[in-house]
């Protein structure tokens, strides 16, 4: 079966400072993919990056980057120099090949405060 | 490209009442997704199209619950006979298949606004 954990329920930070959301997955596939997606107060999801079980560099997208490491089971996400627009809820997902579904961890509440 | 449209946003209704609602996938997305949503909780699968052909079910999705795609580009997904715990946001999502789009976007599922329902 399928896990997604994301343990970190509500992180609270000021603006600037720098926040890493943790995802731990459990999979018996040996292929697969880790997604992470926003979910502003308006409620629509919104597809953030997307990353290969076979490709474990780390990415970085302007304030955004992904750690993911497969001796831990772990895809972190980390915000730098967050911002108050950051506040969402965010998810960690996993799917196996063939896309059939997506399984979602409950996801981290982030509060950024001005 | 527009994206994934659902409608409608909000329904409420009384318990025992049927409702269905309806998604419209980014153009050319063969496959089409419903997810689940209850507060504080992450989505929850509930079924998946590829073009008109519906390919797997979860558990989740009772009787009470029918999902179409009839000609392979809109979906509704009709609930019967609603009980308060129906309540949630249903989501979206689609996403183009292998060949489609360029390669970063494919197979990613791209999701609608949702639609909250409310049963009283």
């Known amino acids: 079966a399928q896990k997604v954990t994301q343990a970190q329920t509500e992180i609270s930070v000021v603006e600037k400072e720098d926040v890493t959301l943790d995802c731990v997955y459990e999979t018996r596939d040996t292929t697969y993919y880790l997604f992470w997606y926003k979910q502003p107060p308006s409620g629509e999801l919104v597809f953030l990056i997307r990353?290969?079980?076979?490709?474990?560099q780390n990415e970085i997208s302007g304030r955004y980057s992904w750690n993911f490491q497969k001796s831990t089971s772990s895809f972190n996400f980390t915000i730098t120099a967050s911002q108050v627009v950051d506040s969402a809820v965010y998810f960690c997902a996993l799917s196996s090949t063939g896309f059939q579904k997506l399984v979602f961890g409950t996801g981290t509440r982030l509060l950024v405060s001005p | 490209d527009t994206g994934v449209s659902q409608d409608p946003r909000h329904k409420i209704t009384k318990r025992g009442q049927n409702v269905t609602f309806r998604c419209d996938p980014i153009s050319e997305h063969n496959r089409l997704y419903w997810y689940r949503q209850t507060l504080g909780q992450g989505p929850e699968f509930l079924t998946y199209?590829?073009?008109?052909?519906?390919?797997?079910k979860s558990r989740l999705l009772s009787d009470r619950f029918s999902a179409e795609r009839p000609k392979g580009s809109f979906s509704t997904l009709e609930i019967q006979r609603t009980e308060q715990g129906d309540s949630a946001m249903y989501l979206c999502?689609?996403?183009?298949?292998?060949?489609?789009?360029?390669?970063?976007?494919?197979?990613?599922?791209?999701f609608g606004p949702g639609t909250r329902l409310t049963v009283l």
């Open positions: 999502a689609s996403s183009p298949i292998r060949g489609q789009g360029d390669l970063k976007s494919t197979d990613t599922q791209y």
């Open positions: 199209f590829q073009n008109e052909a519906q390919l797997e």
């Open positions: 990353r290969n079980s076979f490709d474990e």
